[in-house]
């Protein structure tokens, strides 16, 4: 059973994020994240987004990971995954999310058919040696848990058009996704916060983690800084891990 109690899942991030050499995560707990990545009103409710239906399909996608090699959609056909965006010079809320990834990785460490895929939307920056170095502070399986760069054009269109999740770059204005009348999962405003590079403007985006089924459907969307989110999370997997046992 993935961790029940709040305290315990600050412990390991604070663990894990110490054990790196990264900065002291002045925000621990899922409520004052989402003061900075608060969700645009959105349609259906954002309970609902947890529950288990289709919210879209992943578009098809061709980038680099940490290795150097190429991963496609292809290449997660048939596996139960769970996507988040983050960048390794984000001092915010993407600390926590890798923390509590790494913690979904330790607590679905038997599954077989789980793959964790983080993509950066710093590409610039976030090169598959920086990636790798990010990756290790957070013993990442390289099995298991992709880290995903390439251009830019690319990552944000399938951010915003493909996971629906809204992205603000240095300063832009909020791009949130977008279907119908329904806006999506972006930010609500381009709130700055501190990076390393004091030089470089801030990227504000959705701390959300999308769980995606062997068939590359978006079945739901969760807090990555919520400890309770997580665990309607891991539960989920867990259903649509037992969905192939049905099929067969």
Known sequence: M???RPLLWGLTALTVIAGGGLAVWP???????????????????EAVLEKLEIYGQVPDFSLTERSGGRITLADLAGKVWIAN???TECTDTCPLQSANMAQLQAELVGEEDVRLVSISIDPEHDTPAVLSKYAARFRADP??????????????????EGFRLGVVDQGAKPQGGTDGDRTWLGPRAAR??????PERKPIIHSSRFVLVDRQAQ??????GTDWESLERLHRN????????????
């Open 2 to 4: 993935i961790m029940r």
């Open 27 to 45: 925000m621990i707990g899922g409520r004052l994240a989402r003061t900075f990545f608060p969700v645009i009103t959105s349609n259906p409710p």
């Open 85 to 87: 965006f983050v960048y």
């Open 143 to 160: 099995d298991r848990w992709l880290f995903l760069t390439g251009s830019r054009a690319t990552i944000y269109r399938l951010a915003i």
């Open 192 to 197: 700055a916060h501190p990076v390393p590079n």
């Open 218 to 223: 978006i079945r739901g969307y969760y807090h």
């Open 237 to 248: 997997v867990r259903v649509l891990l037992r969905e192939k046992l049905k099929e067969g």
